[in-house]
C-alpha cells in the first residue's frame, strides 16, 4: 500500500508547455504539502494545504498553482514551464500535531521535471 | 524567521563505527518538532527521528539517537554501529505551525 503517491515520477518537456503533477496520500492525514528540490538537494517549501485550505504559499511564481479537491488530494500544475522549473518536486502529508501544528510528513516518491 | 543550519556538507564514517551530525536552529517559538530525514540514492524521503521541543528527553530509534539542547537550539544525530545502508543524505528539519523549514543537508558515506 502506497501512503503517498506521485503521478509521474518523471516528466520531460519542452519551454513554454503547461503540466500538472498528482498527489494522493491514504494516511487519513489533514495537511499536504509540495516541496521543490533543487539540484544541489536544496529542499524549499512551495505550499501548504490544511483541510484543503491553502495555509502558506512561499515566493512561488504564479505560474505554479496547485488544487486541491480533497483532503487526500494535492495537485500541482504548472504554466509556461521555464528551464528554471527543472529540480524534483516532492509532494508530503502530514497530521496537525498537539499545537495544531503540522507533525512528521511522509513524502511521496518525488516526480523529476526535466525542462528543455 | 525560523532558519535551520547544517555545517557539514559532507560526512564519512567506518562501518561499525559511531558518526554524530550536526544541526542548529534558530526560533522564537516555544512549541515545534525537530526531525531529521533520511534521503538514500532512491531519493525517497525517510523519516529517521523526531523530537517534540516540549519533551526533554532525547529521542531515541534502534541504531539512532539525539542529543537535543533546546537553549543552545541544538539538535544533533548520533548513528551508532554505523551500516552500509546508512549512506545517505540527512536533513534536519523544523516544524513550526505548519511550516517546515529544512537544512541543506549532510551527505554520509560508510566505508565498508
Known amino acids: 500500500d502506497t501512503a503517498v503517491s506521485q503521478t509521474p515520477k518523471y516528466l520531460v518537456t519542452q519551454m513554454g508547455n503547461d503540466k500538472s503533477i498528482k498527489c494522493e496520500q491514504n494516511?487519513?492525514?489533514?495537511?499536504m504539502y509540495w516541496y521543490k528540490q533543487d539540484s544541489k538537494k536544496f529542499l524549499k517549501i512551495m505550499f501548504s494545504?490544511?483541510?484543503?485550505?491553502?495555509?502558506i504559499n512561499e515566493t512561488v511564481p504564479n505560474r505554479f498553482s496547485p488544487k486541491s479537491p480533497d483532503k487526500a488530494h494535492l495537485n500541482l500544475h504548472i504554466n509556461s514551464l521555464e528551464l528554471g522549473d527543472s529540480a524534483v518536486y516532492f509532494c508530503?502529508?502530514?497530521?496537525?500535531?498537539?499545537?495544531?501544528?503540522?507533525?512528521?510528513?511522509?513524502f511521496g516518491p518525488g516526480t523529476r521535471l526535466t525542462v528543455t | 524567521a525560523q532558519t535551520v543550519t547544517q555545517s557539514q556538507p559532507e560526512m564519512s564514517v567506518q562501518e561499525a563505527e559511531t558518526v554524530t551530525l550536526s544541526c542548529t536552529y534558530d526560533?522564537?517559538?516555544?512549541?515545534?518538532?525537530l526531525f531529521w530525514y533520511k534521503q538514500p540514492p532512491s531519493r525517497q524521503m525517510i523519516l529517521v527521528i523526531r523530537?517534540?521541543?516540549?519533551?526533554?528527553q532525547n529521542a531515541t530509534e534502534n541504531r539512532f539517537s539525539v542529543n537535543f539542547q533546546k537553549a543552545a537550539k541544538s539538535f544533533s544525530l548520533k548513528i551508532s554501529d554505523s551500516q552500509l545502508g546508512d549512506a545517505a543524505m540527512y536533513f534536519c528539519?523544523?516544524?513550526?505551525?505548519?511550516?517546515?523549514?529544512f537544512g541543506a543537508g549532510t551527505r554520509l558515506f560508510v566505508k565498508a
Open positions: 508530503a502529508s502530514s497530521q496537525a500535531g498537539f499545537s495544531g501544528g503540522a507533525n512528521e510528513q511522509y
Open positions: 494516511l487519513g492525514h489533514d495537511t
Open positions: 494545504y490544511n483541510n484543503k485550505e491553502l495555509i
Open positions: 526560533t522564537s517559538e516555544s512549541d515545534y518538532y
Open positions: 523530537q517534540e521541543a516540549y519533551k526533554q
Open positions: 528539519a523544523y516544524t513550526g505551525g505548519f511550516k517546515t523549514i
